[in-house]
């Protein structure tokens, strides 16, 4: 065998092997969250079923966590587990806001222009300093019908300060807070229960006394959720999205 074609055979491998080696971690609250007895229980993160939308040659690990805010995810050390592993070539979603509003909870509120925007700058300074590529996204609406029919923002300055980190230091940005508003006003105020978690007495084994939660969401709702982010990935020509199923 030539060196030649043995060189163009190991710059192949080299190209397989770093195609394969393509996490993408995703760092969040409950609404990108993967959730336990996913077989039985009917709540779906969006990065849960992310993966599906993706070959082999990605692997999506969700970190994100039920109840975590930008600060908590940072004090409870998960930011630096992300950060041990990863590597150049990898990519980094980041969706917080959710939690960070909880300004009962001093372990988790952040103010939006001050913690909450210097977190996220921390985020992706150290994605880029690791040679990863970070993507922000604004946080998904929750279903807040008003008796008009209009769909009531429940997010306040937080989805405003991420678009100004985006624009400030060139990240990409995945605007979920104006899709799933789309989403929600295109479904209406009663067929957007799909999306959510809506079950009367009886009707759902996973919660026997019945449930009305409009933050969470149905595995269809987590679906077309991250469908969306995927259609907007391909609007800004990620490279990620050459690896997406054909």
Same mark, same amino acid.
């Given at each position: 065998?030539?060196?030649?074609? *043995?060189?163009? @055979?190991?710059?192949?491998?080299?190209?397989?092997?770093?195609? /394969? !080696?393509?996490?993408?971690?995703? @760092?969040?609250?409950?609404?990108?969250a993967?959730?336990?007895e996913?077989?039985?229980?009917?709540?779906? +993160?969006?990065a849960?079923? %992310? /993966?599906?939308?993706?070959?082999?040659?990605?692997?999506?690990?969700? =970190?994100?966590? &039920? +109840?975590?805010?930008?600060?908590? #995810?940072?004090?409870?050390n998960?930011w630096?587990?992300?950060?041990?592993?990863?590597?150049?070539?990898?990519?980094? #979603?980041?969706?917080?806001?959710?939690?960070?509003?909880?300004?009962?909870?001093?372990? =988790? #509120?952040t103010?939006?222009?001050?913690?909450?925007?210097? &977190?996220?700058? =921390?985020?992706?300074? !150290?994605? =880029?300093?690791?040679?990863a590529?970070?993507?922000?996204?604004?946080? @998904?609406?929750?279903?807040?019908? &008003?008796e008009f029919?209009?769909? @009531?923002?429940?997010?306040g300055?937080? $989805?405003?300060?991420?678009?100004?980190?985006?624009?400030?230091?060139?990240?990409?940005?995945?605007?979920? /807070?104006y899709?799933?508003?789309? %989403? !929600?006003?295109?479904?209406? $105020?009663? &067929?957007?229960?799909?999306?959510?978690?809506? #079950?009367?007495?009886?009707? !759902?084994?996973?919660?026997?006394?019945g449930?009305?939660?409009?933050?969470?969401?149905?595995?269809? +709702?987590? *679906?077309l959720?991250?469908?969306?982010?995927?259609?907007?990935?391909?609007? *800004?020509?990620?490279?990620?999205?050459?690896?997406?199923?054909?």
């Amino acid at each position: 065998m030539s060196k030649s074609v *043995l060189a163009g @055979i190991m710059f192949m491998v080299g190209l397989m092997v770093n195609a /394969q !080696e393509v996490t993408v971690y995703c @760092i969040g609250d409950s609404t990108m969250a993967d959730k336990k007895e996913p077989e039985k229980n009917p709540e779906h +993160g969006w990065a849960q079923v %992310l /993966q599906t939308f993706f070959t082999d040659e990605v692997k999506v690990d969700n =970190r994100a966590v &039920n +109840g975590r805010s930008s600060k908590s #995810f940072i004090s409870e050390n998960r930011w630096d587990s992300v950060l041990t592993t990863l590597k150049s070539g990898d990519y980094v #979603f980041i969706q917080f806001g959710h939690n960070d509003q909880k300004f009962k909870d001093s372990s =988790r #509120f952040t103010n939006p222009h001050t913690t909450y925007r210097h &977190n996220l700058m =921390r985020f992706v300074k !150290e994605t =880029r300093a690791k040679g990863a590529t970070p993507i922000l996204f604004t946080s @998904i609406v929750r279903r807040n019908f &008003n008796e008009f029919g209009s769909l @009531i923002d429940t997010h306040g300055e937080y $989805p405003v300060v991420t678009r100004m980190v985006s624009n400030e230091m060139s990240v990409p940005l995945i605007d979920l /807070q104006y899709l799933t508003e789309v %989403l !929600e006003t295109t479904y209406g $105020p009663e &067929n957007s229960k799909k999306l959510h978690l809506h #079950f009367k007495p009886g009707e !759902e084994p996973y919660y026997p006394e019945g449930i009305a939660d409009n933050t969470h969401l149905s595995e269809k +709702g987590a *679906l077309l959720v991250a469908g969306l982010a995927v259609e907007e990935m391909q609007s *800004l020509q990620l490279p990620l999205t050459n690896f997406l199923q054909k």
